[in-house]
């Protein structure tokens, strides 16, 4: 008898349809193919076709049939009916919610418009939710970057006109040397794992810098398991070798960036500041003729070493002062050596071996091109190192600075825009001057005067009152952070309950987990969210909740406006906004409702839409009182920013036939559906690098209504907004910052990137710095307690270096005491090697208070699950001049997070402990518990 | 007792790298959705919600931390499923002939409606890759997507594994082994593919690339020359270079001036 072997159907019906959309499970913003059967959402995987993800698809987008069926959605709207925080809330109509949220924000409109602050924990559709906040008139209105990562949006947009995250990307085809800085995950998540295989293929190497040794930096070639808090200085000692060696890009600093700008020496208000002609424009001792020069001259050679006596004064390049600062010995690998934690001889080593990748392994492409000077290069010039960096290196105190050495180091390499190295993707490049400043001009019953938030050139952009006070609730844009480009949500509820600056009297905020995981000091934050006054008041008066999920906020509201799930809105992830260009394509993408909502929610954007109309916000209706749009999709295909700019960029004008300018076309949406959900505008070749400089590049951009002209600049490796700053600190100018800030201020906010060590206070006897990461599986991801993830990462022992671990007598299982200057937690500890010796972490986010997400309260992440923010606060401890010095990076406000140190011990009594401390009492959870079982089959 | 065939006419199976993988678990949580809603029972989960969530998965990810003689600590992200054994202990140790190897590919299967769920080839399966699915009672195991390689209802270039389709770092590539001239077999040739536990006898078909040697740079760097260790020397340093630079020399670049531009 032969062998016998069973009969099976290797062809079966995959689906009855596909639905192409764009994934919501984080920031990456892929598209997937969500497999339909009997009109449920079967399967789910990555669109081929899709400019971000080409098919493939992480964990979170893979589960997204869990979240979207999570037994934690909302269900209706919610009015609270007990205390705060009790969880005790009625079900009411959606009639009946909108007329209570308007019946609170009306009279706030009319007047005093910024006793409403906005804040969305979620800034995907921010230029939609600015907007509607611009429209209400209220200065206080922000996303969640201040506590994310603004450092590395601002320190990239003030040196380069862009940064890595979302804003560029490795030349991924070209690159032989990748450096990472602080990543553990990305927005970025899926490309940055598709760059790493890619150039893993072909056998380019990676070097991973960060203190934890996971992920990438797994497997990363070489692992520089850096002290936190020190990558500035270790950077600019690899500055400082390659310039002590030359092995610098001579060339493309003269040509592309300041370094050859003079700088004003004559002592006075312009010290300095650049020297500049009569047209304003940054001068340059022109190498052909010996004389100064406009830097943009045609024909121009700018010296980088020349140097100006005029008036009495000797005025040098920028350069010089970079090479008098740099080759300092205070940058010299020993001097850094121990307080980085890395060798002298590795730092050496990476030195060399950036130098020799970039200038030994240059390329070329045989593409011609045209600089913004006139002048033609008959090929680009490849420079194959490439950098990238998140938020490890920015969410310090030093941050701001950090980032910006970083990118000195690659623009010193020549490797910024070229061949193999770091590309900016549309709307990028982009200068300080092209974006708006920012402004909170507040008149009762009006918008406001101009957009929240921008980009400040100097003291006269401060966002001050008339006594000098902040504008803006969180402080934003004040001489305690002066270039806090995307606010400071984390100060938001701390100032509000303070009455710092002033109080407010609606909080609204749209999926943002204030009362956990979202806040530093969370136990402290719910005490502000629930406290009263002595009229029995709350402090914070009213809050307005907008979330699909019961998350830790939910309790904390007063109303709850329930969202749907991200396969049941229309979306757009717009050129107005944070877009999903690639660096050879300017790209955006929409989400529709591939299924109807099954329960009595309404997207977000859409209830904004009809609240903006019954407040009679001007842009939400028509002349006659009416409301201006339907709904989302109506905005998002029928609002104009500009005449024919809108939020989406394909398929525009009445034929659908305009890209990037056009009149609205009515059945655009329908376009986007049939083109699997995206629309791809590809940059020319000869467009595709050098794009600040290259006219090529920057007439296609206008033509697609990126900017209304050309708009090239040269890198800002020093900055002169900075400068500015410091010279009001040393006396001049009207706008002066208050005395207790001014040694800060000039010790901080150097014009060449710098180094300082964050603010110590209160930290004697804290040695150990703790740090958090997000899983890849859960990064960025909001409800990533779904049934599938949370089967791989459900508890977060803290992870503790071997020394540490021997130091303090610990082994894995046991409960330790983690002691900050704030507070502290007892958690449970596991021993790793592969970590900076003087370093503990935990993944983020993991630890779940008992009552949410419909996990039963014995779920381990409420148990055995916990979080470092318990021991984070958002104040700096008090060093008694009774002022309150926010936990953030004195430049931009961005948190703090990764500044905290620790000191550990075992914990006592270990056998009677069998939770986390602190252990928060359950909340009452509106929608109940999930079930025992799940054998989920859609097509049986 | 079951029997293996003699020989498969292919050797369909997974190269996976151990230099690339990332541990991002995509390929985990893919597989669970292609095979809760396709070949057989759904992968079930007990106590989702709750306390101790435990579902049926066919492929999980395990890190390992390793201390090399010399060097710092590694992180090894290692996933791991049925490795399609030519040898099969789970095969031959089945009481029903449930378990089965194909002898067209090689693919170990279960054939759920005559599995008892025993649990005998779990156990026999030095590798821990089947799970008894705790719902249905039958035992669930990697089936390679066969109901996707050869599926005419997927266009050619899905015509593979869920996890190999998923895999963002392009850790996991899916093949036949019994041609040398496959992109697996070629991939085993000159990245040095090693078999998991050889030692266990099993023969298995998937291969694991494995990480490239790390941490060298100080070894292979070169040495950076120095040309000026003080401002003072690399300006004169500059001088020189910047006459190197297209354009060539300039003469005096002191300019001195007291008219006003």
């Known amino acids: 008898m032969g062998y016998q072997q069973p009969v099976v159907n290797t062809s079966p019906e995959v689906s009855d349809e596909v639905r192409k959309t764009t994934c919501y499970m984080c920031a990456c913003r892929c598209g997937i193919n969500v497999h339909m059967k009997g009109g449920k959402v079967a399967y789910i995987e990555g669109n081929r076709d899709h400019p971000v993800n080409k098919g493939v698809l992480c964990a979170k987008g893979s589960s997204g049939i869990m979240q ?15 205390p705060r925080g009790s969880g005790e809330f009625e079900e009411i109509s959606w009639d009946e919610a909108l007329e209570v949220a308007v019946a609170w924000l009306k009279p706030l409109r009319e007047q005093a418009p910024e006793k409403l602050a906005f804040f969305t924990g979620r800034d995907q559709s921010q230029s939609f939710t600015g907007f509607w906040a611009l429209q209400f008139g209220t200065p206080n209105y922000a996303a969640h970057g201040g506590f994310c990562s603004v450092n590395m949006a601002a320190g990239g947009i003030y040196t380069m006109g862009g940064s890595f995250w979302e804003f560029g990307q490795p030349d991924w085809d070209h690159t032989k040397l990748l450096m990472l800085f602080g990543v553990a995950e990305d927005h970025d998540s899926n490309p940055i794992k598709m760059g790493l295989g890619k150039i893993k293929a072909r056998g380019a190497r990676v070097i991973g810098v960060n203190p934890i040794r996971t992920g990438y930096n797994a497997v990363a070639d070489d692992w520089v398991g850096i002290t936190p808090g020190t990558d500035g200085l270790f950077i600019l000692s690899l500055v400082h070798e390659l310039l002590k060696a030359g092995r610098v890009d001579l060339d493309y600093l003269a040509r592309f960036t300041n370094a050859p700008c003079l700088v004003n020496a004559a002592e006075g208000a312009e010290k300095g500041l650049l020297l500049r002609d009569d047209d304003g424009k940054p001068l340059v001792i022109d190498r052909a003729t010996g004389r100064p020069a406009p830097f943009d001259r045609p024909g121009v050679r700018p010296d980088l070493g020349a140097t100006l006596d005029r008036d009495g004064a000797t005025h040098r390049t920028v350069f010089q002062l970079m090479v008098e600062k740099y080759l300092s010995p205070d940058y010299a690998p020993e001097a850094v050596a121990d307080r980085c934690g890395v060798p002298a001889a590795r730092i050496r080593a990476i030195a060399a071996e950036l130098a020799r990748v970039a200038f030994d392994e240059a390329f070329e492409i045989e593409r011609e091109w045209t600089d913004f000077r006139g002048e033609k290069h008959a090929r680009m010039i490849g420079r194959p190192v490439s950098f990238h960096a998140m938020r490890g290196i920015s969410a310090h105190a030093n941050g701001f600075q950090t980032c910006r050495a970083l990118h000195t180091l690659q623009i010193v390499l020549g490797t910024v825009e070229v061949p193999g190295g770091f590309r900016f993707k549309p709307p990028y490049p982009k200068p300080v001057s092209a974006h708006p400043k920012p402004h909170a001009g507040v008149t009762p019953g009006q918008p406001l005067d101009g957009p929240h938030l921008g980009y400040v050139t100097g003291p006269d952009d401060l966002l001050l009152r008339e006594d000098g006070s902040a504008a803006r609730i969180d402080k934003a844009y004040t001489w305690e952070n002066p270039m806090s480009a995307h606010g400071l949500m984390h100060m938001l509820i701390s100032n509000a309950h303070a009455g710092d600056p002033y109080r407010i009297d609606t909080l609204f905020l749209y999926m943002a987990n204030m009362s956990w995981n979202s806040s530093m000091n969370t136990r402290g934050v719910i005490d502000m969210l629930t406290d009263t006054d002595e009229s029995g008041e709350y402090v914070i008066p009213r809050i307005i909740y907008s979330d699909a999920y019961s998350s830790e906020m939910v309790a904390y509201a007063d109303l709850i406006l329930p969202d749907t799930t991200y396969l049941e809105r229309h979306d757009c992830i717009s050129l107005l906004d944070r877009p999903i260009c690639e660096a050879d394509a300017a790209a955006d993408s929409i989400r529709w409702p591939v299924v109807d909502p099954d329960r009595d929610v309404r997207p977000f954007q859409s209830v904004m839409i009809d609240l903006g109309a019954r407040l009679g916000l001007p842009a939400f209706v028509n002349e006659d009182g009416s409301p201006k749009w339907k709904d989302y999709a109506d905005y998002i295909v029928n609002h104009e920013r500009k005449p024919g700019i809108g939020p989406l960029i394909g398929f525009r004008g009445k034929n659908g036939d305009k890209v990037g300018r056009g009149e609205p076309n009515p059945d655009q949406l329908d376009r986007y559906i049939e083109n699997g959900g995206f629309f791809e505008a590809h940059i020319p070749p000869h467009a595709a690098y050098y794009k600040p400089w290259n006219a090529a590049y920057q007439d296609w951009a206008v033509a697609l209504g990126l900017y209304d002209s050309p708009q090239p600049y040269i890198f800002d490796l020093y900055s002169e907004p900075l400068r500015r700053f410091q010279l009001a600190a040393e006396g001049h100018g009207d706008r002066q910052p208050p005395d207790h800030l001014r040694q800060r201020i000039l010790d901080t906010m150097d014009p060449l990137a710098t180094w300082y060590e964050p603010d110590q206070t209160g930290n004697e006897g804290y040695t150990i710095t703790a740090l958090t990461q997000r899983p890849m599986a859960m990064y960025h991801s909001w409800g990533s307690q779904n049934a599938w993830l949370r089967q791989l990462h459900g508890r977060n022992p803290l992870y503790v270096s071997s020394k540490i671990m021997r130091e303090a007598g610990l082994k894995d299982g046991d409960w330790a005491r983690v002691t900050s200057p704030h507070g502290s937690i007892i958690v449970p500890v596991m021993e790793m090697a592969a970590l900076n ?56 406000g961005q948190a703090a997070w990764f500044d905290l140190k620790v000191r550990i011990e075992k914990a006592a009594n270990p056998e009677e402990r069998t939770e986390c401390d602190p252990a928060f009492p359950p909340i009452k959870s509106p929608v109940g518990t999930g079930p025992k079982e799940l054998r989920w089959k859609v097509g049986r | 007792m079951t029997q293996l065939p003699a020989k498969t006419e292919r050797k369909l199976g997974l190269v996976i790298d151990l230099d690339t993988c990332v541990g991002c678990h995509a390929c985990v949580i893919s597989c669970k959705g292609w095979n809760t809603e396709n070949y057989g029972a759904p992968l079930s989960d007990q106590d989702p919600s709750g306390a101790n969530p435990r579902g049926t998965f066919l492929n999980r990810v395990h890190s390992y931390e390793c201390q090399p003689d010399d060097g710092p600590a590694q992180l090894i992200h290692f996933p791991k499923s049925c490795l399609h054994c030519d040898d ?51 035992m669930k195991k990697c089936t390679l997507c066969i109901d996707r390689i050869y599926n005419e209802n997927l266009p050619q270039e899905d015509r593979v594994p869920a996890c190999v389709r998923t895999c963002p770092a392009g850790a996991r590539h899916f093949g036949d082994f019994a041609d040398p001239e496959s992109n697996v077999s070629r991939l085993v040739a000159e990245r040095g593919g090693m078999d998991l536990m050889p030692e266990m006898g099993t023969a298995p078909v998937n291969k694991y690339l494995p990480p490239r040697p790390k941490d060298r740079i100080e070894d292979k760097a070169a040495t950076l020359e120095t040309v000026a260790e003080e401002p003072t020397g690399f300006f004169a340093w500059l001088d020189r270079a910047l006459d190197r630079l297209p354009g060539g020399p300039t003469g005096n670049r002191t300019q001195k001036e007291t008219e006003t531009l």
């Open chain 1, 68 to 82: 979207h069926n999570a037994p934690s959605r909302l269900r209706a709207p919610m009015r609270r009916v007990g």
């Open chain 1, 837 to 892: 010796d003087n370093t503990v972490w935990t993944w983020n986010a993991i630890g779940k208070r008992k009552g949410a997400w419909a996990l039963t309260p014995d779920a381990p992440e409420a148990t055995k699950g916990f979080l470092l923010n318990h021991i984070i606060n958002e104040l700096l401890p008090r060093r008694g001049d009774g002022l309150r010095w926010a936990n953030s990076d004195p430049i931009t």
């Open chain 2, 88 to 138: 099969a202990p789970c095969v031959t140790v089945c009481p029903t002939g449930a378990s089965y190897k194909r002898v067209e590919d090689g693919i170990v299967l279960v054939n759920e409606s005559d599995c008892i769920g025993c649990g005998l080839c779990a156990w026999s399966c030095p590798y821990g890759a089947r799970e008894l699915d705790a719902a249905e009672g039958v």
